[in-house]
């Protein structure tokens, strides 16, 4: 397990990691289970879950990516939550894909407690 202190640039090639946290940190063919950051860059690289503020994942995996500005090129996720995304990305679930079941949910409850409370105002 490696581990980096928070502060500065942390730099890792052909490693299996753990977890992670710095300022700035670049992996380049590695498996990682968690990544906390500022700035990433992440090439040929698996990660099971990267939170970071500005980062650039290059010909990876993912499982889920949180971040505010995100640029990708031929990676997979499971998940992404980020306004920000650039680049070709192939999510299974993402903040709009989110946001439309959650909205298809709530609506189908709707309409499913509007036809109860007709059956019972017809019934009596």
């Keep these: 397990m490696a581990s980096e202190n928070g502060t500065g640039t942390a730099g890792y090639t052909a490693e ?5 946290a710095a300022n700035r940190l670049t ?13 990433i860059e992440i090439t040929k690289s698996a990660v099971a879950f990267a939170r970071f503020d500005h980062g650039t994942i290059r010909q990876g995996s993912a499982g889920v990516v949180i971040g505010r500005s995100v640029a ?4 997979r996720t499971g998940i992404l939550i980020s ?37 019972r105002r017809v019934r009596g």
Excluded: C, N, Y
Aim: overall charge negative.
């Design 16 to 20: 299996r990691l753990e977890a992670l």
């Design 83 to 119: 306004p920000v995304v650039r680049g070709d990305v192939h999510t299974w679930l993402d903040m709009r894909s989110a946001v439309a079941i959650g909205f298809g949910m709530v609506m189908g409850k709707a309409l499913l407690a509007a036809g109860r409370a007709l059956v």
């Design 72 to 75: 990708m090129d031929e990676v």
């Design 27 to 39: 992996l380049d063919k590695s498996a990682v289970r968690s990544i906390h950051a500022d700035e």
